[in-house]
T-cell receptor, first 117, second 114 residues
Framework: EAGVAQSPRYKIIEKRQSVAFWCNPI?????LYWYQQILGQGPKLLIQ????????DSQLPKDRFSAERLKGVDSTLKIQPAKLEDSAVYLC???????????????FGPGTRLTVT | AQSVTQPDIHITVSEGASLELRCNYS??????LFWYVQSPGQGLQLLLK??????LVQGIKGFEAEFKRSQSSFNLRKPSVHWSDAAEYFC????????????FGKGTTLSVSS
């Protein structure tokens, strides 16, 4: 079974520029999460999708961050314009709520390391 | 609000020695509890999880954790540490609802000395 795929793995941009991250979850996983992990901290949820609908985006800075999950599969997270404090690793995770799968277990991708200069 | 505390930022143990990483949570009911490991440049890998039942749970790579309701703790243990265990360890909780996102602690960095 293929894992969660993310690209790019690394990105360096200047402040005020825009950037986009892509995530392809495990096939059949209905729930997709984007987490932000700042150096020295644990991951923090940005947004959660169930199929192509948003379940929780309460911690997403909506003035600069946006995310979509078209067709309930792949997802894109965008930052525009970026700030220095957006430097972090952006992790995508997916989970399955279907019968036969372990509930609440999330599978994480390798992350995208963003550096804003 | 729910929270997870990992009191130790950095721990160093000798190879072959035992290990215990502490985790305390704050939540009105018993949440679902997890331990993840993150090696440099890698994503998070699930070590073990507790949902209900036996309070001592076994995980991968020889790790185990014990849930203590009275102490709101879920400490991770390993009887004999290997050099390859050096990594960052995160405790996490999820509310007792399907598909709820994880709330992570700040992590404990484990160094293994020879």
């Amino acid at each position: 079974e293929a894992g969660v795929a993310q690209s790019p793995r690394y990105k360096i941009i200047e402040k005020r520029q825009s950037v986009a991250f892509w995530c392809n979850p495990i096939s059949g996983h209905a729930t997709l999460y984007w987490y932000q992990q700042i150096l020295g901290q644990g991951p923090k949820l940005l947004i959660q999708f169930q199929n192509n609908g948003v379940v929780d985006d309460s911690q997403l800075p909506k003035d600069r961050f946006s995310a979509e999950r078209l067709k309930g599969v792949d997802s894109t997270l965008k930052i525009q314009p970026a700030k220095l404090e957006d430097s972090a690793v952006y992790l995508c995770a997916s989970s399955s709520l279907l019968a036969g799968g372990p509930p609440y277990e999330q599978y994480f991708g390798p992350g995208t390391r963003l550096t804003v200069t | 609000a729910q929270s997870v505390t990992q009191p130790d930022i950095h721990i160093t143990v000798s190879e072959g020695a035992s290990l215990e990483l502490r985790c305390n949570y704050s939540y009105g009911a018993t949440p679902y509890l997890f331990w993840y490991v993150q090696s440099p440049g890698q994503g998070l890998q699930l070590l073990l999880k507790y949902f209900s039942g036996d309070t001592l749970v076994q995980g991968i790579k020889g790790f185990e954790a014990e849930f203590k309701r009275s102490q709101s703790s879920f400490n991770l243990r390993k009887p004999s540490v290997h050099w390859s265990d050096a990594a960052e360890y995160f405790c996490a909780v999820a509310l007792n609802q399907a598909g709820t996102a994880l709330i992570f602690g700040k992590g404990t960095t484990l160094s293994v000395s020879s």
